[in-house]
């Protein structure tokens, strides 16, 4: 019997105050409205921003909020005027959205849609969320919140995919594979015989590893302080695995040693900002490019000495890996089914969503890369 039209009664992950446990609990998800999609959610994965959202030193959200950004399903309805989807079709969703409309939208260099400040007050639409829970209207992260078994979100966040595409590892392209796969290729701009350093390998530092490799780099130096993490990093492309704390020197001075003079790309994956300077430092001193990928709280300024500028570097910003997302997205899941890239080595659990508690202490403990949840 179809549901179009009508409420739904389901579970979500619910976040009722910074720093708690999250709650699974049963909230009703309200039909889409004009230019909105509801989606059955199949798969999410958990990255390291959500992991920073459920920090109470980093909380700047509203609550009750569900949390999660990286999801695949199924459209259930949609809204009035809405086009680019229908019902039954298989979707991913996406972190950043593309309005089609704005000055960005309409660059073909830019894409960070200027509706990104809807993002900001984690509501569906300025009217609020389709999303309810004893009462209480909820917030959804970053406008989307995939911890949810169903939610409601714009069509300009929301893209097809093929109809082939298995969305339980599809979910992970969303935010941590774009991020880093495509801060590699669009961002940096690797080229062909470069030397490149990743700092940081949770999902997003993997994935820029297998991007720098995708463009022909020659040597791939990845640094962590996490050593369980290199196995993974060495499987997906680094030529050399490093451990700041096994070495006396500076770990910029060990790179700027083995490179003559620093890697020719860098990369700051950690999230961490008394690591940017070092980043930065580990690049060649007359052309490196040092690319920010880390999410680092907005009220942090970082610190840099000055004499890193008295050189050619060039240090740069990006985000969601520079895609346009509605129109790129899609397109690195018709890339993964071509066999251009492997997802399989960046899934290292899976589980239910009532055990979502269990996959956030894995990751956590480090002992994760991603967990996807299932319903
Ligand atoms: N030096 C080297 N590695 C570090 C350091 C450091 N000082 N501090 C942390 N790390 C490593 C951790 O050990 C971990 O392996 O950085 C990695 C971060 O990975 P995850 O927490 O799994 O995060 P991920 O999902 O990959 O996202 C990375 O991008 O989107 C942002 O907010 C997100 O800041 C996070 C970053
Ligand atoms: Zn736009
Ligand atoms: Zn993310």
Request: one cysteine or more; proline letters at 4%.
């Amino acid at each position: 019997m179809s549901t179009a039209g009508k409420m739904i009664r389901c579970k979500a992950a619910v976040l009722w105050k910074p720093g708690a446990p999250l709650d699974i609990e049963e909230i009703e998800v309200a039909p889409p409205k004009v230019e909105e999609v509801r989606i059955k959610i199949v798969a999410t994965g958990i990255c390291g921003t959500d992991m920073r959202s459920l920090e109470k030193k980093e909380f700047t959200h509203l609550c009750p909020i569900i949390i999660g950004h990286e999801g695949t399903g199924i459209v259930e309805s949609v809204g009035e005027g809405v086009s680019t989807v229908k019902t039954g079709d298989k979707v991913i969703i996406l972190c950043l959205p593309q309005c089609g409309k704005c000055n960005t939208c309409l660059n073909s260099k830019n894409n960070i849609c200027t509706e990104i400040k809807l993002s900001m007050t984690h509501l569906t639409s300025e009217a609020g969320s389709r999303i309810t829970c004893k009462g209480k209207l909820v917030h959804q992260y970053v406008s989307i919140g995939t911890f949810s078994e169903y939610t409601v979100i714009k069509e300009m966040s929301v893209a097809k995919i093929d109809e082939g595409a298995p969305l339980e590892k599809m979910c992970i392209i969303g935010c941590g594979f774009a991020t880093g796969y495509g801060a590699a290729i669009n961002s940096a701009k690797v080229t062909p015989g470069s030397t490149c350093a990743v700092f940081g390998l949770g999902g997003v530092g993997l994935s820029v590893i297998i991007g720098c490799k995708a463009a022909g780099a020659s040597r791939i130096i990845a640094v962590d302080i996490n050593k369980d993490k290199f196995v993974k990093a060495k499987a997906v492309g680094a030529t050399e695995c490093l451990a700041p704390q096994d070495f006396e020197k500076p770990i910029q001075q060990v790179l700027f040693d083995m490179m003559s003079g620093g890697a020719d790309f860098c990369f700051e994956v950690t999230g961490n900002p008394d690591t940017v300077e070092t980043v930065l430092a580990s690049c060649h001193k007359d052309h490196g490019v040092c690319v920010i990928i880390g999410a680092i709280a907005s009220w942090v300024s970082l610190n840099l000495n000055s004499q890193l500028f008295f050189s050619g570097r060039t240090l740069k910003g990006s985000a969601l890996g520079g895609w346009k997302p509605k129109e790129e997205i899609p397109k690195l899941v018709s890339d993964y089914m071509a066999k251009k890239f492997d997802l399989e080595p960046l899934i290292t659990q899976t589980l239910t969503l009532n055990k979502i508690n269990e996959a956030v202490q894995l990751m956590k403990n480090g002992q994760c890369i991603r967990c996807v949840l299932l319903p």
